[in-house]
């Protein structure tokens, strides 16, 4: 585990099962397709009445969170959809999607047809899109070492950024309480931020760059006074920054021995996502092993920096990789189901095609498993992608 020099470390001796860990149990699982198709992604609504969930199909299918009732499905993409939105408060029952066929697709999910298009240009990919700027009408687009921006009501392009990265741009994020800002993330292993204020270009809006070292798969902000950044990379390794000022906190280059020294099950063999509870100030790495057991890793990056012992363990839903989480608690510990969501904590999707519903394993709803009734046949030109790959 490496370090930045500020940071007090210490070995500690792992505890594989805490007095607090919470184990979950499958309520429901949804087999989306026939085959080897999988799950990408699952993402909610903003009053959590639908989800989204894109497909190796080429397709996004929506069910409902709670109860799990398929509603439709949107379908319009040529090659592997890489991200899918919700637009937010300004137009909640839109969809956005981006594409390696290289357009961003808006759906209506009332009717789930396609609204509009945008073409990123020719032999272009697009790999994750975001919307913001400083009067909330930008989209931007991390494409083939290049990040495009358009006005996203009159779908014109305004800016072009092609000097910051030399390789593929994995991950935009316009910051959620700044949206003047834009954090970029690449295979070069650069984070670079932007001011998006003005005539946006290369020279005089790229405000700071943090070097990872190595192939960038996702970051996220989380924080409250003090905004801080996670980041994930194809290596599965854990850097924790301080986004404004550039610092690192602690890179973790060793997160997967000691996520699997933290817990009885299986080695930890991928990292699916982290996730922040902003009520408790607190992380979570996910990790999950290839027979498809996910546990939650608490992470500290203050003090004496380390992976913890598994506070949650989700077990017995899938057989394969997993590849989305969707969580669904509210409460300040980050586990415990409410009434609000009538006891469900959250979502799966992984590599076995499954959509899995998780509850508590102290519910009397668990061990119920049903099949959807609208499942798509497999298409012939459908083909696996390496997760360790960034698109």
Request: hydrophobic share 35%.
């Given at each position: 585990?490496?370090?930045?020099?500020?940071?007090?470390?210490?070995?500690?001796?792992?505890?594989?099962?805490?007095?607090?860990?919470?184990?979950?149990?499958?309520?429901?699982s949804?087999?989306?397709?026939?085959?080897?198709?999988?799950?990408?992604q699952i993402v909610p609504k903003d009053d959590w009445s639908s989800m989204a969930v894109s497909l190796s199909t080429n397709a996004v299918k929506l069910y409902s969170p709670l109860a799990g009732q398929y509603f439709g499905e949107c379908n319009g993409h040529s090659a592997t959809i890489n991200q899918i939105l919700f637009s937010g408060a300004s137009d909640p029952n839109v969809l956005s999607s981006c594409s390696s066929d290289g357009t961003i697709r808006a759906w209506d999910t009332r009717t789930f047809q396609q609204?509009?298009?945008?073409?990123?240009?020719?032999?272009?990919?697009?790999?994750?899109?975001?919307?913001?700027?400083?009067?909330?009408?930008?989209?931007?687009?991390?494409?083939?070492?290049?990040?495009?921006?358009?006005?996203?009501?009159?779908?014109?392009?305004?800016?072009?950024?092609?000097?910051?990265?030399?390789?593929?741009v994995t991950q935009v994020h316009f910051v959620p309480d700044e949206q003047s800002k834009l954090i970029s993330a690449s295979v070069d292993g650069l984070i670079c931020?932007?001011?998006?204020?003005?005539?946006?270009?290369?020279?005089?809006?790229?405000?700071?760059?943090i070097n990872?070292?190595?192939?960038?798969?996702?970051?996220?902000?989380?924080?409250?006074?003090?905004?801080?950044?996670?980041?994930?990379?194809?290596?599965?390794t854990l850097?924790?920054?301080?986004?404004?000022?550039?610092?690192?906190?602690?890179?973790?280059?060793?997160?997967?021995?000691?996520?699997?020294?933290?817990?009885?099950?299986?080695?930890?063999?991928?990292?699916?996502?982290?996730?922040?509870?902003?009520?408790?100030?607190?992380?979570?790495?996910?990790?999950?092993?290839?027979?498809g057991t996910?546990?939650?890793?608490?992470?500290?990056?203050r003090g004496v920096a380390?992976?913890?012992?598994?506070?949650?363990?989700?077990?017995?839903?899938?057989?394969?990789?997993?590849?989305?989480?969707?969580?669904?608690?509210?409460?300040?510990?980050?586990?415990?189901?409410?009434s609000s969501n009538q006891g469900v904590f959250g979502w799966t999707g992984g590599e076995d095609g499954r959509l899995c519903c998780w509850f508590s394993d102290d519910s009397p709803q668990i061990n119920q498993s049903w099949i959807s009734s609208s499942l798509i046949m497999k298409s012939d030109k459908t083909r696996k992608k390496n997760r360790h790959q960034p698109y």
């Open positions: 585990m490496e370090t930045s020099a500020s940071m007090d470390v210490e070995e500690q001796p792992p505890s594989p099962t805490p007095n607090n860990l919470k184990r979950f149990g499958i309520k429901n949804i087999q989306t397709n026939f085959g080897d198709d999988y799950v990408f609204v509009s298009s945008i073409n990123a240009g020719l032999s272009q990919e697009v790999f994750s899109i975001s919307y913001g700027g400083p009067g909330g009408n930008l989209i931007a687009a991390g494409c083939k070492s290049q990040i495009l921006f358009w006005d996203w009501r009159n779908k014109k392009q305004i800016a072009c950024l092609e000097e910051s990265h030399v390789d593929d931020t932007f001011d998006t204020s003005g005539n946006i270009n290369d020279d005089d809006h790229l405000e700071s760059v990872m070292g190595t192939s960038i798969a996702k970051v996220g902000i989380f924080g409250g006074s003090s905004p801080k950044l996670w980041c994930l990379t194809h290596i599965e850097g924790i920054w301080d986004w404004k000022g550039g610092r690192n906190e602690v890179i973790f280059s060793d997160a997967r021995t000691l996520a699997s020294e933290s817990w009885n099950l299986d080695q930890i063999d991928y990292f699916v996502d982290c996730h922040y509870s902003r009520e408790a100030d607190k992380l979570w790495l996910i990790g999950g092993t290839n027979a996910l546990g939650y890793f608490p992470v500290n990056y380390a992976i913890g012992a598994a506070e949650a363990i989700l077990e017995g839903g899938h057989t394969d990789v997993v590849r989305s989480v969707l969580p669904m608690s509210r409460n300040h510990s980050g586990f415990a189901p409410s």
